[in-house]
């Protein structure tokens, strides 16, 4: 019998995805300038204006952020070194808790940049060969497991200290200069360094989200957690006219089109599936915890954005972003950088 079909009117919610990625993309530029200005004033030993260091520096240190989070839970204290990060990492997990993994699909500025790579390299392999490129399964778990032995990895090292050992760690030279070690691993990047990103670059443009699906632990660590998420994508078998499209458009290969609730952990919540199904109603973000209801997608990002910015604000308000390292600290150890590592304290 013919389904009786309603065209599905709603507005595509992926232009106020791209914004959101664009917003979180300048403020990572706008951070790495204020930050390249902060390295400047060390170097040249505190003659120059002193810019302050940015906090938001420490998202990208998600090793020491799990460490302070883990002495948190056993002292309930906010350690002082990265105390941003620490917010920082509170709201990404929190958002993943409550939207899934769409922090990799909506904040993440890697994950912006690894699907600008993936649509490139799809444009060229549709026009090769008509149709979308996907992993042999033979291939794919093997490989997908790799980001897990990764976190589990990091999970034993951190999870098996104590809290002695915590303090230490995140008191140390290395830890309170781990984002400088980190700006000069880019700013004088080696020649095998530069060679890894690039073969990194080209395999993102050949396998889509190469990075994310295989390598990234915090992905691994997020995806685990969106498992727990009550909102989820679900599918209406009744007006389903499976023509797969939903499955076309999935950037993590997930076979949407087969299941009537998408729980997986590489769901990064990013609703292009959503979009493009033709049939009003049939592909909806909904709640799946009594009283289940049906979440306006556009409302999604909302939502992320406002748990992100609620969890960073605490952090602000309460006198704990920035950290309380003595500018004459942080230029007394610029000048022992090369010899502090993690063995060293």
């Known amino acids: ?206 396998i889509r989200n190469f990075w994310c699906r295989y390598l990234c632990p915090y992905g691994a660590l997020l995806g685990v957690l969106s498992i727990l998420s009550p909102v989820k994508i679900k599918r209406k078998e009744s007006t389903c006219i499976d023509c797969g499209l939903c499955y076309t458009a999935c950037p993590s290969n997930i076979k949407v089109d087969k299941v009537k609730t998408v729980i997986s952990d590489e769901c990064t919540t990013c609703m292009n599936c959503v979009d493009v199904c033709p049939v009003a109603d049939t592909l909806v973000v909904e709640t799946i915890f009594p009283p289940k209801r049906k979440l306006n997608k556009k409302y999604i990002g909302y939502g992320i954005l406002a748990i992100y910015f609620f969890i960073t604000s605490i952090g602000y308000l309460t006198g704990n972003w920035y950290n309380d390292v003595p500018k004459e600290t942080y230029l007394e150890l610029y000048q022992q950088l090369d010899s502090i590592d993690h063995a060293t304290d």
């Open 1 to 206: 019998m013919r389904k009786n079909i309603q065209k599905n009117k709603e507005r595509p919610v992926q232009k106020y995805r791209l914004r959101v990625q664009i917003f979180f993309v300048l403020l990572t530029v706008w951070i790495g300038v204020q930050f390249h200005y902060f390295v400047r004033w060390m170097e040249s030993g505190g003659t120059v204006g002193f810019i302050d260091r940015p906090p938001g520096a420490e998202a990208f240190l998600p090793i020491s952020s799990l460490m302070s989070l883990y002495y948190f839970l056993q002292t309930g204290e906010i350690h002082h070194v990265h105390p941003a990060g620490f917010f920082i990492f509170v709201a990404i997990i929190s958002i993943s808790l409550i939207f899934g993994k769409s922090f990799c699909s909506w904040i993440c500025p890697i994950g912006f940049l690894s699907e600008v790579l993936g649509d490139f390299g799809e444009k060229i392999y549709k026009k090769l060969f008509k149709k979308k490129l996907v992993m042999p399964k033979l291939l794919d778990y093997p490989l997908r497991s790799l980001k897990y032995l990764i976190l589990g990895f990091f999970a034993y090292s951190i999870f098996t200290m104590t809290v002695v050992e915590l303090n230490k760690f995140l008191n140390s030279s290395y830890n309170i200069v781990a984002d400088i070690k980190l700006y000069y691993f880019f700013a004088d990047i080696s020649r095998f360094s530069l060679t890894v990103i690039l073969v990194l670059v080209v395999l993102s443009i050949i």
